[in-house]
């Protein structure tokens, strides 16, 4: 069962950023946020994790609450090619692995 | 760096059929995953290899479903016989280990069964 809920849809203006929140009440104290993403008729792709701190890469700022019950993953100027559904995944620790259980995530449209 | 290849792209069999997809993970990558992925939902994972021994298998259908990763670097999933709720698109992922959770996904085989 998933982890994290996310929004449905989204929709943002071309050139805008896109607050593309997720809630995750249940997360343990050890257990990352990740963010991929999946293009249509493409493989996911990988675009932020965290733990605990805001975190920042060439794609995206990850921000995460206090608590760590929810995040929100922000792209600062959207565009068409972010078109795409958003994971937010928590990292399941099971015996001695960690895997991800992913859930039906946010189909954003970013609109011209 | 070459991502993880993957083939056929398309497959459409008839129900009761074989089929066989091949994986081929970033070079170096000890991890490999195969996951399931139905249409309007997102990926499920199948079976993770660490190295070529299996780290989970709790999902995969073994009455019809197997994988094996030879030599630790390629990878086969076979579905014997398939059903009509096997249709789906196959994904093979790879990282650098198993605690490394920055997987790099192919681009996925369409399975049709009719």
């Known amino acids: 069962d998933a982890k994290t809920t996310q929004p449905t849809s989204m929709d943002c203006a071309e050139g805008r950023a896109a607050n593309l929140p997720c809630n995750h009440s249940t997360i343990s104290g050890n257990e990352y946020v990740y963010w991929y993403r999946q293009i249509h008729s493409q493989g996911p792709q990988y675009i932020i994790h965290g733990l605990k701190n805001n975190e920042t890469n060439e794609m995206a700022s990850l921000i995460i609450t206090e608590d760590r019950k929810s995040s929100t993953l922000i792209l600062p100027h959207a565009t068409l090619r972010d078109t795409a559904v958003y994971y937010c995944i928590v990292s399941l620790r099971g015996g001695n692995n960690r895997k991800l259980i992913w859930g039906l995530g946010t189909s954003l449209a970013v609109n011209p | 760096e070459a991502g993880v290849a993957q083939s056929p792209r398309y497959k459409i069999i008839e129900k009761r059929q074989s089929v066989a997809f091949w994986c081929n993970p970033i070079?170096?990558?000890?991890?490999l995953y195969w996951y399931q992925q139905i249409l309007g939902q997102g990926p499920k994972l199948l079976i993770q290899?660490?190295?070529?021994?299996?780290?989970?298998d709790s999902q995969l259908p073994k009455d019809r479903f197997s994988a094996e990763r030879l030599k630790g670097v390629d990878s086969t999933l076979k579905i014997q016989p398939a059903k009509l709720e096997d249709s789906a698109v196959y994904l093979c992922?790879?990282?650098?280990?198993?605690?490394?959770?920055?997987?790099?996904f192919g681009s996925g085989t369409q399975l049709s069964v009719l």
């Open positions: 290899f660490q190295n070529n021994g299996v780290v989970d």
């Open positions: 992922a790879s990282s650098a280990g198993r605690w490394n959770e920055k997987l790099f």
């Open positions: 070079s170096g990558h000890a991890t």
